[in-house]
């Protein structure tokens, strides 16, 4: 079953919660065993699972890949926007969590979060749910 959700985004570099997102999409297949994949079809933004209790995690994470990839810099890339791609690399665009009991098994400080490194924009969310059961 692949469902799809969409995000908008409100700023250049945005990082946003999508946990309870995702777990609706994870609620409505109804499975009791199986696994979720969660991916942005997207170059510019990434999909990562880190600490979700503590907003100054998320903002560690954001102002650090500033550091590493400044969006100023001898980029060749004619459209203006390295940064964001090479930022997509570092974070990824997919993520893989197990279901158990209709629910994401994820740890008990963890969420899921879309990184937007190239917004304001509207972006696609894919989740593939894949049920144990045969």
Not at 35 to 61: K, R, W
Not at 114 to 119: H, I, K, P, S, V
């Amino acid at each position: 079953m692949i469902n799809e959700i969409s995000i908008r985004t409100h700023s250049h570099t945005d990082i946003i919660d999508i946990t309870q997102y995702v777990q609706n999409v994870v609620a409505s297949a109804n499975i009791k065993e199986g696994t979720c994949i969660i991916y942005v079809p997207h170059t510019t933004c990434g999909i990562f699972i880190n600490e979700d209790a503590d907003p100054s995690v998320v903002q560690d994470i954001e102002n650090t890949l500033e550091r590493l990839v400044p969006w100023q810099a001898h980029y060749s890339h004619i459209e203006g926007n390295s940064a964001a791609h090479i930022k997509s690399v570092l974070v990824g665009t997919h993520q893989i969590v197990m279901i158990e009991n209709n629910h994401l098994l994820l740890g008990t400080w963890q969420g899921i979060f879309l990184a937007e490194f190239d917004g304001p924009r509207t972006r696609r969310v894919i989740v593939k749910i894949i049920s144990d059961k045969i």
